[in-house]
Every structure is written in C-alpha cells, then in structure tokens.
C-alpha cells in the first residue's frame, strides 16, 4: 500500500529526481533519430501463453509489436528488432542502420515487445509470484513463437530468411535466439549486448573513468577527491546535514548506516556513468568543463554540476517504498529490470571512483523489493544459470556479428573476439553504447563508418548466401498447427491507440508520460502526503 501511494505521490507532484532512474538509466538503448524516409508503421497485439513452458497452464496475454511494410515485396527477408526493457516506438523501424539494411533486401520489419514492459502485460500487476514469468527463457520463447506466426500468415515469409537485432539487453536476447533457436533464427545482430552474467560488476566505472580521463586528464581525479569528501560528510550528523543541504536530498539524509550511505553515493556517481554510456563526439569534454570550472572545494564543484540536473535526491527508503508498488502505473519499468538483475544477471555497477559502494547495496535491494528469498544465494544460483544455459562469451553460433564501443562500459561483459569465421566481433574505438544503430552518418568517425559498412555487407553475404542455399533455414511449413486460436492477423491493426503511449512522439518521453496527467490529484496528494508517511 505504502508503495502504490508513494508512486502516486511522485507522479501528482512531479518529484522525479536523480535516483528516479539510478540504476535503470545506465542500460537501455538510445533515442533513435528523426528518419530521413518517411513511413506509416501500424501497431498490432499477438496473443502469446503466460507460460510457454507449462502445457497445463492455458492463460493468454495480448504482445504488443510495430510493423513496417514500406519496402517489403513477397518473398524478402523478414527482420525483427527485439525489444528489450523499454516501451517500443517507431523510431528504430523507420530510421537506423538495422532499418536501411532491411530497405536494401526488400525485407518486411517488425519490433517487438518485451513481456512486463510498455504495454505488454501478461499478468496485470508486478508482484513478484506474477514476475516469475519475467525471464530471459519465457521472452525468447514469446519472439520464437512470433516469428512462427508471421511465417505462417504473412504472404511470401514461409521460406523468408529470418534476421534478429537488438540493442543492449535485446542484443543478448538476438545472440541467445540464433543460440537456442538457430531453425528459427537465421542471422543475429548484437548492438552492445552483454552477454556474461556477473554480480559485482567493477569493470564498469573503470571504464567511466578512463574514458572520462581521455576527455580531460584531471576530471575523473576531481570526481574521485569529491567523492572521498561527501564519503568523509556522512559519517557525521553534521557533515550528514551538510549533504543534504548541497545536495538537495528530497528528505533528512542518515548518511552514517547502510544502505543509505551507498545509496546516496550511487546518485552522486550515477550522472558521469549515463554522460558516459550516451556520449556523442565532444560531449564528455563539455561534462568535464562544466564540472571542473565550478568553484570551490571539489565536493561543491560535483553538487553545482549534479544538482541542475534533477529535482532532488531520494532517501533509500523511498525509493525502497516507490519501486515495491505493484501496480502498473504509466510505464514505469525499474522495478521489473531489478526482477531481472536480482533473478538472472546482477550486472551491478559498483565502487564507482574509489571505494564508495559495494554489492551489498543490491543485496539488500533485492531483498527489501522481493522478499528474503531474494538475497545473495539466489542471485548467483541465477547468474550460474544463465551463464551455464546461454554459453557466457563461449557461445556456439555462427552467422552472428556484434559490435561494441570501447567508450560504452558494456562492452567488458560482451564479445571482444571473433567465436569463429562466422561469428564476428567488432570493437571499435572511443564509441558509446549502441553507436552502431544510426545510420551511416558523415559526423562518424571512419573506424565507425567502416565498423557500420561491415555490418551491413557481412548481414547482406549471409542473407545472399541462405538464399543461394535456396531459402531459409528456419522455413515454418504451412501445415504447422497455430499453437494459440483467436490470434490477430498481421493485416489488422491495433483499433485504438495502444495503452499509455500511441507513438515515437510519446514514446521518447514514456516514463514521464503520467505526470503530465497528473496534476489534478497534486492538491489531494499532498495532503495525503501529511496523514501518511511513505
């Protein structure tokens, strides 16, 4: 109860601050750009069991997926960008690299809806005995399952090679499809994707930091001496009020016991990872800059760059109160994400310029959103799980290339080498996550150029090479029993906008989407605020 009120107090009063995203805003795929060819994507919902493992078990539940058939002749190839833990939109389908490549073979494209996310429920609450139905095994099952329906019912994809892409998280999930699924899955493209499981994930802020220190030798020192100063301020009540007056905590800050004091340390450290992780040429130059030129001590210096950027800071606890509610409220998706991360990845990003946080933060963060059950044992026993189930970064697939940046911290957990001639890895230098998406573009650097033209000349010898073979290896027979009845057809659409969001416009702002809609209840809420404490 105390978590639904909190979620929406936060959405009435518009108090979204720095932790509003801490740990969601350092994975997920970047805004695609505005498209230069101008089409008309439709939506359409498939149904797809709850439980594609469980043959007793006959619920059903509506997924969310764009089509665009703008260049699609009967008999092209069939590319699906995966979606991963985000609300899709029409941006990736109409703009980008993976679209251009699907332009040039006359390919019909689809994006698809990761189950839990955007408007894509199977079940209609976030408890945590509904989000065991939230798996990396129950999504790729879901696409698998997709990719047999529209081969079955759209014209001239029976024998249609099948082309797989994702950015990040859904790069995973394409290298894992053509891994588990390669009579379904032809070809698999891998944009930043991690693919080894691990809890206590260090290598990340080493990366920050390094990039950080090729825009500006002395800025990732500065950050380090603040943090080292704001760590000295809570270990005192008053150094403790001191930070919450600099740093514009939302309540008190108890910065002396735990986890507090490592929470507080993730927001203060959280801005440089997502400057980082999203940088285009230039821009951690400018980060540096504006941190660097502010006057004072160094703690000061980290609060006047930090705390332009959001409302204020959460306390532990509530955040701890606002990501319990399990209600689906807008397209709030942190709390099905940390499901995941405590459930099958970890990937938790820790001691962040100097010895500031550990894993234990998340330890306790799994348990206190899920229940005792949640801790450390159940964290690796997933982790091991998945590791030993999709092959870490030993894989066995072929007809897969990656690509990462060495500016994206990502990249330390994902393929760094070819698996063999026909698995292939491409880093490329000083770039973000998921550069490689765009289109080719004359602000890339030539290593990005040539990084983006291999791409698309290796997909297109494959796709040339399957056709040569005489079709696809995935080909679906068309006596195959449609496995749910009631099924929508590909040719109609979605008849009324789709919940919470209806296009890219709304879909580049999704996780804000309800507080624009949400004044009218600021005067009941804030009252509330006084009679109950979240």
């Given at each position: 109860?105390?978590?639904?009120l909190?979620?929406?107090?936060?959405?009435?009063?518009?108090t979204?601050?720095?932790?509003?995203?801490?740990?969601y805003?350092?994975?997920?795929i970047?805004?695609?750009?505005?498209?230069?060819?101008?089409?008309?994507?439709?939506?359409?919902?498939?149904?797809?069991?709850?439980d594609?493992f469980?043959?007793?078990?006959?619920?059903t539940?509506?997924m969310?997926?764009?089509?665009?058939?703008?260049?699609?002749?009967?008999?092209?190839?069939?590319?699906?960008?995966?979606?991963?833990?985000w609300?899709?939109?029409?941006?990736?389908?109409?703009?980008?690299?993976?679209?251009d490549?699907?332009?040039?073979?006359?390919?019909?494209?689809?994006?698809?809806?990761?189950?839990?996310y955007?408007?894509?429920?199977?079940?209609?609450?976030?408890?945590?005995?509904?989000?065991?139905?939230?798996?990396?095994?129950?999504?790729l099952?879901?696409?698998?399952?997709?990719?047999?329906?529209?081969?079955?019912?759209?014209?001239?994809?029976?024998?249609?090679?099948v082309?797989?892409?994702g950015?990040s998280?859904?790069?995973?999930l394409?290298?894992?499809?053509?891994?588990?699924?390669?009579?379904?899955?032809?070809?698999?493209?891998?944009?930043?994707?991690?693919?080894?499981?691990?809890?206590?994930?260090?290598?990340?802020?080493?990366?920050v930091?390094?990039?950080?220190?090729?825009?500006?030798?002395?800025?990732?020192e500065?950050?380090?001496r603040a943090?080292?100063?704001?760590?000295?301020?809570?270990?005192?009540?008053?150094?403790?009020a001191?930070?919450?007056?600099?740093?514009?905590?939302?309540?008190?800050?108890?910065?002396?016991?735990?986890?507090?004091?490592?929470?507080f340390?993730?927001?203060?450290?959280?801005?440089f990872?997502?400057?980082?992780?999203?940088?285009?040429?230039?821009?951690?130059?400018?980060?540096?800059?504006?941190?660097?030129n502010?006057?004072?001590?160094?703690?000061?210096?980290?609060?006047?760059?930090?705390?332009p950027?959001?409302?204020?800071?959460?306390?532990?606890?509530?955040?701890?109160d606002?990501?319990?509610?399990?209600?689906?409220?807008?397209?709030?998706?942190?709390?099905?994400?940390?499901?995941?991360?405590?459930?099958?990845y970890?990937?938790?990003?820790?001691?962040?310029?100097?010895?500031?946080?550990?894993?234990?933060?998340?330890?306790?963060i799994?348990?206190?959103?899920?229940?005792?059950?949640?801790?450390?044992?159940?964290?690796?026993?997933?982790?091991?799980?998945?590791?030993?189930?999709?092959?870490s970064?030993?894989?066995?697939?072929?007809?897969?290339i990656?690509?990462?940046?060495?500016?994206?911290?990502?990249?330390?957990?994902?393929?760094?080498?070819?698996?063999?001639?026909n698995?292939?890895?491409?880093?490329?230098?000083?770039?973000?996550?998921?550069?490689?998406?765009?289109?080719?573009?004359d602000?890339?650097?030539?290593?990005?150029k040539?990084?983006?033209?291999?791409?698309?000349?290796?997909?297109?010898?494959?796709?040339?090479?399957?056709?040569?073979?005489?079709?696809?290896?995935?080909?679906i027979?068309?006596t195959?029993?449609?496995?749910?009845?009631?099924?929508?057809?590909?040719?109609v659409?979605?008849?009324?906008?789709?919940?919470?969001?209806?296009?890219?416009?709304?879909?580049?702002?999704?996780d804000?989407?309800?507080?624009?809609?949400a004044?009218?209840?600021?005067?009941?809420?804030?009252?509330?605020?006084?009679?109950?404490?979240?």
């Amino acid at each position: 109860m105390w978590g639904f009120l909190c979620s929406l107090l936060v959405l009435a009063t518009g108090t979204f601050s720095i932790e509003n995203e801490i740990l969601y805003i350092r994975h997920g795929i970047p805004p695609a750009r505005e498209p230069e060819i101008r089409t008309s994507p439709q939506w359409f919902r498939l149904t797809q069991r709850v439980d594609h493992f469980n043959p007793a078990d006959n619920r059903t539940w509506q997924m969310r997926y764009i089509q665009n058939n703008a260049f699609y002749e009967e008999g092209g190839p069939m590319f699906v960008f995966i979606g991963g833990e985000w609300t899709i939109s029409t941006g990736w389908i109409t703009s980008g690299l993976f679209f251009d490549i699907a332009q040039m073979h006359n390919a019909t494209l689809f994006y698809t809806e990761h189950r839990f996310y955007g408007g894509s429920y199977p079940i209609n609450n976030l408890e945590t005995d509904s989000l065991k139905y939230l798996s990396a095994d129950q999504a790729l099952a879901d696409l698998t399952y997709f990719i047999e329906y529209q081969k079955q019912n759209t014209p001239g994809l029976q024998n249609s090679t099948v082309v797989v892409a994702g950015s990040s998280y859904a790069g995973t999930l394409a290298t894992w499809a053509k891994l588990k699924y390669p009579h379904i899955v032809d070809i698999a493209y891998c944009s930043s994707g991690p693919l080894h499981a691990k809890a206590d994930f260090t290598e990340y802020f080493d990366v920050v930091e390094e990039t950080l220190r090729l825009a500006s030798p002395t800025c990732p020192e500065v950050i380090r001496r603040a943090m080292s100063e704001a760590m000295e301020m809570l270990e005192t009540p008053e150094g403790s009020a001191n930070f919450s007056r600099i740093f514009r905590s939302c309540n008190p800050v108890n910065g002396s016991v735990e986890p507090d004091r490592s929470y507080f340390l993730t927001s203060l450290s959280s801005p440089f990872a997502n400057a980082v992780q999203t940088a285009q040429p230039g821009d951690l130059v400018s980060v540096c800059e504006r941190l660097e030129n502010h006057t004072g001590s160094d703690v000061e210096k980290l609060a006047n760059y930090i705390v332009p950027q959001g409302s204020c800071i959460w306390t532990y606890d509530f955040f701890k109160d606002y990501y319990s509610g399990t209600q689906i409220i807008g397209t709030n998706r942190l709390r099905q994400w940390l499901y995941q991360t405590c459930t099958e990845y970890g990937w938790y990003q820790t001691q962040a310029f100097g010895n500031t946080f550990t894993i234990d933060l998340y330890y306790q963060i799994c348990i206190d959103l899920f229940g005792e059950v949640f801790g450390s044992s159940t964290l690796y026993t997933g982790i091991e799980r998945t590791n030993l189930f999709y092959g870490s970064i030993e894989p066995e697939v072929t007809r897969l290339i990656t690509c990462h940046g060495t500016g994206d911290p990502w990249y330390k957990m994902g393929l760094l080498n070819d698996l063999n001639e026909n698995a292939i890895t491409i880093l490329v230098n000083g770039t973000s996550h998921s550069a490689d998406l765009y289109s080719i573009r004359d602000s890339d650097s030539d290593e990005l150029k040539q990084a983006k033209i291999r791409i698309m000349n290796t997909i297109s010898a494959w796709i040339y090479e399957i056709e040569g073979e005489g079709g696809s290896t995935a080909t679906i027979p068309v006596t195959t029993t449609t496995i749910n009845p009631g099924i929508i057809t590909t040719n109609v659409p979605i008849p009324t906008s789709p919940p919470t969001v209806g296009n890219e416009d709304n879909d580049n702002n999704a996780d804000n989407f309800a507080i624009s809609n949400a004044p009218t209840m600021a005067i009941f809420l804030s009252v509330l605020l006084i009679l109950l404490t979240c």
